[in-house]
């Protein structure tokens, strides 16, 4: 699979984001991100935006017979960071620090998120900041879509 990763990124022109569910006991362990870090940074390159989503809500307290814990994606996530990674985001978690993509120069929020809410929306059509003009890796359009967590009421019954 990592050769995989490799050839699309270096082989291709399609954009490429991982993403990584945090499984407790199995692959969340501080060395294994440490190094999963590592490899994306050296082979991949520092921006290859990487997504650590922890367990879905009822799956850790069922694997573990204890329930989520918000930090084991937020720390993953400083790993990552500290290792290089440009763009690395927390997933299932409401944290908008975590999951709102910041300009690599001067630190600005360039997309704010918070679950499946856009907030904060500072860049420029080309795909630069707003702060400093540094561009963000990405494809992005000149203004924000239409997106967020869809709702539709139900109605039961005839």
């Given at each position: ?157 005839a």
């Amino acid at each position: 699979m990592l050769d995989t990763l490799e050839y699309l990124k270096h082989e291709t022109t399609v954009w490429l984001e991982i993403t990584t569910l945090l499984i407790p006991g199995l692959n969340d362990a501080t060395g294994e991100t440490e190094a999963m870090s590592r490899w994306i940074v050296e082979r991949l390159g520092p921006d290859v935006p990487v997504a650590l989503h922890r367990v879905p809500p009822g799956l850790e307290a069922a694997a573990t017979g204890r329930p989520r814990r918000r930090r084991r994606s937020c720390r993953a996530r400083e790993i990552a960071l500290a290792a290089g990674i440009r763009y690395a985001y927390t997933g299932n978690v409401h944290d908008p620090a975590g999951q709102s993509t910041r300009c690599h120069r001067c630190g600005a929020v360039l997309i704010g998120r918070d679950w499946y809410e856009l907030g904060a929306w500072r860049l420029d059509a080309d795909g630069r900041c707003a702060a400093c003009g540094e561009r963000c890796a990405g494809v992005f359009e000149g203004r924000p879509g239409r997106w967020g967590a869809r709702r539709l009421p139900v109605r039961l019954g005839a």
